[in-house]
């Protein structure tokens, strides 16, 4: 946070009316919707985010003959276990297909790789002609950093390397992630820019979970309102990092926030609400980008909180956000690739 300013109390980006009226639904006489997430109440949560958040079975996402969809199970990371992925595609499309590899929201600590998918196949999927593998990697703080992101790393280099078998195109992968998962897919970029891993085509950063250090002014002008807090976001953080957590000299793979160059990096699509905590990293890491001499292109959703499109999906900003994003697919996906070898 600015140290030469603090957020007025009260002083918070009004939310968009349409937004507003679904949240308003969610807190009877104005309280935040649900607790905050705390150490002591951690368990509880992930138990109950577990029991209840929806976990579609294959045959269920085949969705009647229009997905192909496999579960599969990879090569973990050295000394880690097998990671699971979910591959699914338009039935029907001659190969090989562009790949859209997706990481789940959940703030590190919930979530399911099997829950992003309806939606993923029936906006993204269908109509732009792409393969999607969501993956189901380890949570926190049964796993802590890096066990997350290289169950990711692992899933991404087979399906690379696998990409015949696949019937996928290896030189047009998108990562791609929400809140937690466009953390992820931030850090994954970095890391296979780093190790010489596979090349992305691009990587999708939506409301992405960026910085642990908690001192952004959005992220303390946003406690209080919206849906996901101070309070909750240091807890998730600490579940993932454990005594690492805000030491100076953290990883940016952990944290993509703390990476001080983000040169040659595949171009980024950023988008988050004005009346997100994570807005000013999100703005603060698509400029870094642009310092860097890369390419992004930066949405701030006027009036619009955390998770805004899973709680209001029908709103008018909603789909205003949808078509920007798959009209960022579309482009760069009908770019010339280069292709290497």
């Known amino acids: 946070m600015n140290a030469d300013r603090t957020p007025e109390p009260g002083a918070v980006p009004?939310?968009?009316?349409?937004?507003d009226a679904v949240l308003a639904a969610l807190r009877p006489g104005g309280k935040q919707p649900g607790e905050p997430l705390t150490p002591a109440n951690l368990q509880a949560r992930q138990e109950r985010d577990a029991a209840t958040r929806p976990r579609p079975t294959a045959e269920a996402l085949r969705a009647g003959g229009r997905f192909e969809v496999t579960e599969l199970r990879v090569?973990?990371?050295?000394?880690?276990?097998?990671?699971?992925?979910?591959?699914?595609?338009?039935?029907?499309?001659?190969?090989?297909?562009?790949?859209?590899?997706?990481?789940?929201?959940?703030?590190?600590?919930?979530?399911?790789?099997?829950?992003?998918?309806?939606?993923?196949?029936?906006?993204?999927?269908?109509?732009?002609?792409?393969?999607?593998?969501?993956?189901?990697?380890?949570?926190?703080?049964h796993a802590q950093y890096p066990q997350p992101l290289e169950d990711c790393y692992a899933g991404l280099a087979w399906a690379a390397g696998h990409a015949a078998e696949l019937d996928i195109d290896p030189d047009?992968?998108?990562?791609?992630?929400?809140?937690?998962?466009?953390?992820?897919?931030?850090?994954?970029?970095?890391?296979?820019?780093?190790?010489g891993g596979p090349r992305a085509l691009g990587q999708l950063l939506l409301c992405?979970?960026?910085?642990?250090?908690?001192?952004?002014?959005?992220?303390?002008?946003?406690?209080?309102?919206?849906?996901?807090?101070l309070t909750s976001n240091a807890t998730?953080?600490?579940?993932l990092l454990g005594d690492?957590?805000?030491?100076t000299d953290l990883p940016p793979y952990a944290a993509p926030s703390r990476a001080t160059d983000l040169s040659g990096l595949p171009p980024a699509y950023i988008d988050v609400?004005?009346?997100?905590?994570?807005?000013?990293?999100?703005?603060?890491?698509?400029?870094?980008?642009?310092?860097?001499?890369?390419q992004a292109e930066l949405h701030v959703w006027p009036g619009a909180y955390h998770g805004f499109d899973s709680l209001a999906p029908q709103a008018t900003l909603t789909q205003d956000a949808?078509?920007?994003?798959?009209r960022w697919l579309q482009r760069l996906l009908t770019r010339p690739v280069l292709r290497v070898g």
């Open 14 to 19: 009004p939310f968009d009316p349409e937004l």
């Open 75 to 141: 090569p973990g990371p050295p000394d880690g276990p097998d990671v699971t992925l979910v591959s699914a595609r338009p039935s029907g499309l001659a190969g090989p297909l562009p790949l859209l590899y997706y990481m789940h929201g959940g703030a590190m600590i919930m979530g399911n790789a099997w829950s992003v998918l309806p939606r993923t196949l029936r906006e993204w999927a269908l109509p732009l002609g792409l393969a999607v593998i969501s993956v189901e990697y380890r949570l926190a703080p």
């Open 172 to 195: 047009r992968i998108i990562i791609g992630g929400k809140s937690a998962g466009g953390g992820l897919a931030a850090a994954l970029a970095l890391l296979a820019r780093d190790r």
């Open 208 to 229: 992405p979970m960026l910085d642990d250090r908690n001192s952004t002014f959005s992220s303390h002008q946003m406690t209080g309102p919206g849906t996901w807090d």
């Open 236 to 239: 998730a953080w600490k579940a």
């Open 244 to 247: 690492r957590y805000g030491t």
């Open 273 to 294: 609400g004005s009346a997100d905590m994570f807005r000013d990293e999100g703005v603060a890491y698509a400029n870094a980008i642009w310092q860097s001499g890369g």
């Open 322 to 326: 949808l078509n920007a994003r798959t």
